[in-house]
């Protein structure tokens, strides 16, 4: 499987981006997919995730009410609707898909795909 982020961007705090996530290859294999982040000097951190034929969803406590995860599967697409961003949000945001069962949901190590990431900054 192979992940290809985009939708990163510039913008003011109080706005919205979308990113998106296309995944091609052996995508019907897909079980969980979910977005990760890593601001500079910071670890990674888990932001939300999504079981892929189900569609039950799991976010952050820093991003609930805010960031919505969903995904289209007759395109193989994940999205992250951010809205009333933060500056605390800026990030690398990274897509990510497992074949498996992951549990705790948001062990990263147990997540056999990863996009190239997608730069999110959030002026004050």
């Known amino acids: 499987v192979q992940l290809q982020a985009s939708g990163g961007g510039l913008v003011q705090a109080g706005g919205s981006l979308r990113l998106s996530c296309a995944a091609s290859?052996?995508?019907?294999?897909?079980?969980?997919m979910g977005w990760f982040r890593q601001a500079p000097g910071k670890e990674r951190e888990a932001v939300t995730a999504?079981?892929?034929?189900?569609?039950?969803?799991y976010y952050a406590n820093s991003v609930k009410g805010r960031f919505t995860i969903s995904r289209d599967r007759t395109t193989n697409t994940l999205y992250l609707q951010m809205n009333s961003l933060k500056p605390e949000d800026t990030a690398v945001y990274y897509c990510?898909?497992?074949?498996?069962?992951?549990?705790?949901?948001?062990?990263?190590?147990?997540?056999?795909?990863w996009g190239q990431g997608t730069q999110v900054t959030v002026s004050s």
């Open positions: 990510a898909a497992s074949a498996k069962v992951v549990d705790p949901i948001f062990y990263a190590d147990d997540y056999d795909y």
């Open positions: 290859g052996r995508s019907f294999g897909i079980y969980l």
């Open positions: 999504i079981t892929w034929h189900t569609g039950n969803t």
